[in-house]
């Protein structure tokens, strides 16, 4: 009975997360303009993400909207934005909403963030984003079920979006990141768990290479 349940949430998880978003055939892929900005947005957190867009070569050639909204599940959440019609190609595009304030931290609003903490916090999302490019528009829906309903594997994947960000020149903005959130009287001690059990450690974005390491085969003498 657990696990069914573990099941519907993981399903209820993906429909709120929308990495199934529908879109008529018709949008441009990309726009003419991206990233695009949702209306109000406040200029540090526009200039800061700017900033570490700017070093993600790879992403520039799909559609992304950074959109503010209210969240009341995270603080920013990087999805994939699929028309249903184009389920099995590769043709998609992006979008990051960011919640007007910190996840469980009162009334701190994202705009007061420091820079580099913000930078870092984007750098970690985007890095998530490259994690997708892994992935087929079919393969998501198992990456959401997995991510929704395994720790470990979600674990993986938020250690896997740090490396990225640091690979991508962002180490100090990263380890900035987890210092404010994890030394900050005013965030949660819950939410201080959840970065515990999920996110790296400091100490691992300190030791965290810059370069991917390749996986040797194991050789038997």
Not at 4 to 9: E, M, N
Not at 22 to 30: G, K, L, Q, V
Not at 131 to 157: P, Q, T, W
């Amino acid at each position: 009975m657990q696990f069914k349940h573990k099941v519907l949430a993981g399903a209820m998880i993906l429909i709120v997360l929308g990495l199934f978003s529908y879109h008529t055939s018709n949008a441009p892929y990309p726009p003419a303009e991206s990233p695009n900005f949702s209306e109000g947005i406040h200029p540090n957190v526009r200039n800061a993400f700017l900033g570490v867009w700017a070093r993600y070569d790879s992403l520039h050639r799909y559609g992304f909207e950074v959109i503010q909204m209210e969240i009341s599940t995270s603080t920013m959440q990087a999805q994939p934005v699929i028309d249903l019609s184009e389920i099995f190609s590769n043709k998609r595009r992006y979008k990051l909403n960011i919640a007007k304030k910190v996840l469980d931290s009162g009334d701190l609003n994202i705009s007061d963030l420091p820079e580099d903490v913000l930078r870092g916090w984007f750098a970690h999302e985007l890095g998530h984003i490259v994690d997708y490019e892994n992935h087929s528009n079919a393969g998501m829906v198992l990456y959401g079920i997995r991510y929704s309903l395994s720790d470990k594997y979600k674990r993986g994947r938020e250690h896997e979006a740090d490396s990225i960000a640091i690979r991508h020149g962002f180490r100090e903005d990263i380890i900035a990141t987890k210092k404010y959130l994890m030394e900050s009287d005013f965030i949660s001690p819950i939410y201080q768990s959840q970065l515990k059990k999920y996110y790296m450690s400091i100490r691992g974005a300190e030791l965290c290479p810059d370069e991917r390491i390749p996986v040797l085969p194991k050789v038997e003498l």
